[in-house]
């Protein structure tokens, strides 16, 4: 299909005024298993609900169709990033009550019985099904976008991506960036306060690019999975929904990183410092924690 692009939320609410669009869960789960979900698939979802305007049963209607398709065989995966704080705001990450700041879906998803969550102090991951533990226990204790992270486990476990109208908002490209050598992503050099089941702790996370990544162009990642055939699409109303694995995206956003033309050589964009700014405690020569670190390191429980 040729290519089409997600409205921005002023575009969505003009095209929603002239056309109000009620999108029922049925309609929903037909147009997500003609893309490919299929129960026993492990599944990322990012998503912008109002993209599909009014939707039957409301964040947790969408959470619960995206369930059974998935099925208990499967994994279902949302991110649950509470994100950096302001500069001199106060911030303690708990993972049962820190919201996910990425939308009304992820933080319905994260409240749901059975659901567990990653105690990255920042960018934690929620996840449901089987081997849903998996995903989620090492996070706080590997680099956040590592390859051992929950999206990177995802990757290695044959793992897919669905976007619902959001569709450059793909976290997974910060595993490749990171997996790749990115000069630009510190690794574990961002400490927060966290509390973990009433006890206080110190969490690790990584610090965000100080400027703009070249390499990163959504439309021409796509564009190079469009010509191998490598991501299905479908419009549903005014969402832009786009369903792939997340190996085939690894290719092709990794062929910019590494192209001398568009990638990191030569990239002046360095990590960021700010107040939570700390030497980083990961040992990337032996890929594990040093033992020095000041961070909590006890075993992850639901």
């Known amino acids: 299909m040729e290519a089409c692009y997600d409205l921005s939320p002023e575009e969505l609410r003009e095209a929603y005024r002239r056309e109000p669009r009620f999108t029922s869960q049925k309609e929903f789960a037909d147009v997500l298993r003609s893309l490919g979900v299929a129960p026993g698939i492990r599944l990322v979802v990012h998503s912008s609900l109002r993209s599909l305007g009014e939707f039957e049963g409301g964040p947790e209607g969408l959470c619960r169709t ?3 398709l998935v099925t208990e065989d499967g994994t279902l995966l949302m991110p649950g990033l509470s994100g950096y704080p302001r500069s001199g705001e106060p911030y303690c990450f708990d993972p049962e009550k820190s919201r ?4 009304i879906v992820p933080d319905t998803f994260r409240k749901l019985p059975g659901v567990v969550r990653s105690w990255d ?9 089987r081997d849903k533990e998996h995903f989620v226990r090492r996070h706080h204790l590997v680099p956040t976008m590592d390859p051992e992270s929950p999206l990177g486990l995802l990757e290695q476990g044959g793992g897919y991506c669905l976007m619902i109208g959001c ?3 793909v976290t997974f490209m910060h595993v490749v960036e990171t997996s790749c050598g990115a000069p630009c992503l510190g690794l574990r050099t961002e400490e927060y306060d966290g509390l ?3 006890k206080p702790v110190r969490l690790r996370t990584w610090s965000w ?4 990544c070249r390499a990163l162009d959504s439309d021409r990642i796509f564009d190079f999975m469009r010509a191998r055939g490598t991501v ?3 419009m549903l109303g005014h969402s832009h929904l786009v ?16 192209d001398p033309a568009t990638g990191c050589a030569n990239c002046s964009v360095k990590p960021r410092q700010v107040a939570q700014t700390v030497p980083t405690d990961w040992d990337a020569e032996r890929r594990q924690l040093r033992p020095e670190t000041p961070a909590y390191t006890g075993e992850w429980h639901a």
């Open 209 to 212: 690019r100080n400027g703009e």
């Open 66 to 68: 995206l369930q059974e």
């Open 100 to 103: 996910a700041a990425v939308g």
């Open 196 to 198: 973990l089941y009433g």
């Open 167 to 169: 569709y450059t908002k």
């Open 243 to 258: 369903f792939f694995r997340l190996a085939d995206y690894r290719e092709a956003y990794s062929s910019r990183l590494l």
């Open 121 to 129: 102090p920042t960018h934690s991951i929620c996840a449901w099904g």
């Open 232 to 234: 299905a699409e479908r």
